[in-house]
């Protein structure tokens, strides 16, 4: 046997019974959440998501288990990790706005860098920037080739450096778009507030409903400096947020 | 005798007593012993002698409300009786039916005694002196439906009136409601109001507008239209107290500010509807719509590819009953996934009978599709009794893409989505969307949170291919990189002339040989001091460039000799070179190499 055979053989026997068992954790919290055991079907998927069958329709599916099991905060968390992993989905995205429509959450207004470079998903930003990088190669390779012409490479370098520029500006003003590490959502129902120093009896900035979504700035132990609606700022307890992009 | 003057002042007090005793006396009176239902009348009790009295809170007298309203005191003299102080209490009558009511006399204490009033008599007509009663209304209200036969279903516009005298001081109505059962009514609007004239009698008008939809057929009763408000009523002015001051008609004015303020119940008749039915042969596209209504369609991205939604969006405008209007439902959605329709309304009137109601869908294409479901909506149109049908044809569409594995949505659960018809249709569209789409059961997909720009995956082929091309690019040039070719020459020239050079001193080298060597390299050490060519140089070029001395002269004019005869006379090749040309030739051609420089330029 030689060692690549024996490195897939491995590598299924370790991968494939955790997949295995992360599309029966998916069949389960299906078969729950038809019978209404909605709880339970919240827990059977998230059981499923360590098993690595974590895509958009598990993360949709949890969130309709968590709505209906009256956890409203975690069943916007996992709409918007399903539209995270997958923009283009409806009934995520149909199913975030009627929980928002009746928590009466605003809708996140786009910043600047959204509305300037939001027309075009993070990854075909990347797709630009991988393509500006192969014209400006393409640029050299005709300049100082063996073919020698220097028209067509200039022609090719000036405009692949300037997608190459437009990509790596859209990409570092977008922060990953809706995969960026710092969205998190107030998921507590206890009344959480932001406060302006990170004490429970420090003023409050803003009181911020269950299902907010926030912008996290900085962590220091049980607290999170975060940045809020309204370009406003504050410290909120940790514990009350949970990450659009998993740990 | 200090007892004298006691005596007399006890004397003096028990005379005053006794006379303020028989002094305090009560009298009751009406401004108005006629009046008409309705119509407030003074009531007034005046008690003379005494300054305060303990006057009846309330007269009850079937038939009649008798409400205090105020009281006043005054002190008159007379020559006879002196300082005499009465105080009056006044109360306002009004009587609620017509006949002849008694107030019967009061008993009180005033002054430290019993006083009794005398009864009096009121008697109340229907009429005011014989005047139409309706001429003569301070307020009344009225419904007006003016559709008196429409069908279940259709909503009908209604009007709230509400009349006022310009006589009296008014607030809107509150909230007027119409009651009954057997129909819907939606929430009235703000109050208008205007100036009308009702049977030659000016009044101030408060209109309500509503819609009333109908729920059952047959005769039904809408109304009464109940409504309250206060108003500021004109206080009567008393005929028998004509000399008080505030008998003036400024103090019975309700714009003066003092008018009697009241609680009132505006009460209208109710309208008596004749509801038909709903024709029979109703399409199978109809879904309560009755009106008059037009429908367009549009839908946006017109070109998708296979699993990436797109939405319709159907616009539905007219006069009708919106409220009922369910969403159309696609004919054929074969090669699609219809997600249920949401229905979004907005009126052009306070009523809400006339607006644009917009349906949107969303459809995901599950295979290549040029054309989008059609819809049909059947409404009736009240005008005519018949049923009319809206049609949309199928919208093209650019579906590509290659097929997917197409999802199998599960069936929406009751609670969820709820269907807005029991009715087979072609797809099962529910209504709008009051609840959340259901799970989706065609496994968990896959996915990645980290972005593919932080991928290494994406980058290190791209950076792999791009250094080996880099890499490649590189080595070209390097390898045709400038004065790489003249040290080649110089590596290759140098190179050669250490063969010619070993040829030269191996004495083992053929005549031939050596003589070939060594004019190579005498034309060679002149080429480096002249430039030239070195096949090009032949002895006396050698030698004039190199300046040699005549032995040395001699000695390369020899070598180019024996090379030329070796070479065109074909001489013996396989004679060797002895020891003597050998030394010879080479040190001439080490004068050769360390020629003068200036000899080149000779």
Redesign the interface.
Known sequence: MNVPRFILMLAATLIFPLAAL??TD?ARG?AL??SGQFADAAKAYER?VPGG??????F??LG??Y?RAGDQGRAVLNFQ?AL???P?H??AA??LA??RRTLSLPTPAPDGWSQTFGWLG??T???V??FG??AL?AG??AV???WNRVTLGWSLIVPGMLVFGAGLTA?TGLH??A?DAARAIVVSESGTRAHYAPADNSRDVQALAVGTEIRVLQDRGSWTYAELAGGLRGWVASSDLERV??N | MAGAPVAWLCALFMAVAAQAQNSVRATASLSENRAAVGDPVEYRIEVTGARTASRPSSIPVEGLSITPVGQSSTFNYNPSTGLVASVIYIYQIEATRPGTFTIPAQEFAAGGVNVRTNAVTLTVVATADGRDSQAERNFFAELVIPKKTPFVGEAIPAEIRCYFSPRIRFDPPMNPVIKGEGFTVQKVTEPQQDSVIVDGQNYQVVIYKTSITPLKTGTLSVGPMVGETRVLLPRPRPRSFGNSPFNDPFFNDPFGGFGMQKSVELKSEPVVLDVKALPPGAPASFTGAIGQFTLDAEAEPRQVNIG??LTVRLTLRGRGNFDRINPPAPLDTTGWRA?PASGKYRPDDDVKLSGVKIFEQ?F?PMEKRNVLPAYELAYLDPGSGQYKTLSVPALPITVTGGAVAAPTP?AP?LSEAPAADATPKPVATPAP?K????????????????????RTM??LP?AIV?AM??GA?GV??WRHRPGRALAERALTERQRRDAISARLRDRGTRRHDFYLAAAEMAQMRAADRSGREPATLDSDAVIAICGLDPTSAGTVREIFRVRDEITFAGVDDSAQVSDTERSAALAALAKLERAPAMAVKA
């Open positions: 992360a599309e998916f299906n959440y038809e499923s069958a974590a895509g958009p329709n598990l949709f599916n309709n288990a709505l990790r995270a992993l997958r283009a409806p009934e149909a199913n009627f929980v993070v990854d930003w990347s797709v920037a991988a990088v192969w190669v050299l390779v100082l080739g063996p990409l990953g778009g995969r992009v998993p | 990436d939604p997600y969303v995901v599960a659960k969307a609840d959340i789409l259901h799970i989706r059961t065609d496994g968990p997909g896959t996915g990645s949170f980290v972005p593919l720009y932080r994406f980058w791209q791009i091309v880099l690019l070209y040039r």
